[in-house]
């Protein structure tokens, strides 16, 4: 069964850092394009970011609202992603999600097809 | 960037069909990806690549995409429909991952 599980989130002050992780189960993690999204309260789904598979280089893409500030990496030894997230706003605050791409991809390793697993989420909280 | 314009809600009474809209600019030259979002829970992937299912989908869920519309339909409706659906496309410029605001499925 393909699993997903978020940690890391909490309340952080503005201008801190805090690192997200997403571990990853069930599936062979490495083959695959890992995304993360954020939803503030009572808010709709917004993209962050992705990592790419290393079979397509490992590259990153970033949302406008978070380059530069948020940076994507993966460890595929331990099948998990991670959102580092520095200079955080109390606007950043939300219920981050990571998913899984799939189920299928473009020539580049982008997951054009959607996102096909989901965690449950972890809360970042940004505020003095 | 490219926006996605979707109702905010939609009303339909148990074993009636719902549609739920999802528009932007020559949105039949992309594919569209549709995601469940019941109430604190993640969303799931219930359509993509305009109308596949995943494994797991009830058939009762299609979806189709032409000219500036894409359409989620959901047929006989049930009480354990009731969520959020948000479409999505993949954008080639600008940010990669686009959603629609998402349309709140009341069943009445």
């Known amino acids: 069964e393909v699993q997903l599980v978020e940690s890391g989130g909490g309340l952080v002050k503005p201008g801190r850092s805090l690192r997200l992780s997403c571990t990853g189960s069930?599936?062979?993690?490495?083959?695959?394009?890992m995304n993360w999204f954020r939803q503030a309260p009572g808010k709709g789904l917004e993209w962050v970011g992705f990592?790419?598979?290393?079979?397509?280089?490992?590259?990153?893409d970033y949302a406008a609202s978070v380059k530069g500030r948020f940076t994507i990496s993966r460890d595929d030894s331990k099948s998990i992603a991670y959102l580092q997230m520095s200079t955080l706003k109390t606007e950043d605050t939300a219920l981050y999600f990571c998913?899984?791409?799939?189920?299928?991809?473009?020539?580049?390793?982008?997951?054009?097809?959607?996102?096909?697993?989901w965690g449950q989420g972890t809360l970042v909280t940004v505020s003095s | 960037s490219y926006v996605l314009t979707q109702p905010p809600s939609v009303s339909v009474a148990p074993g009636e069909t719902a549609r739920i809209t999802c528009g932007g600019g020559n949105l039949g030259s992309t594919t569209v990806q549709w995601y469940q979002q019941r109430p604190g829970q993640a969303p799931v992937l219930i359509i993509y690549y305009d109308s596949d299912r995943p494994s797991g989908i009830p058939e009762r869920f299609s979806g189709s995409n032409s000219g500036d519309m894409a359409t989620l339909t959901i047929s006989r409706v049930e009480a354990g429909d009731e969520a959020d659906y948000y479409c999505h496309v993949w954008d080639t410029s600008g940010d990669h991952v686009v959603f629609g605001g998402g349309t709140k499925l009341t069943v009445l």
């Open positions: 069930g599936f062979s993690f490495g083959d695959y394009a």
């Open positions: 998913s899984r791409g799939g189920p299928y991809y473009d020539n580049n390793g982008s997951p054009i097809g959607g996102f096909d697993y």
């Open positions: 990592i790419r598979s290393n079979a397509f280089g490992g590259t990153v």
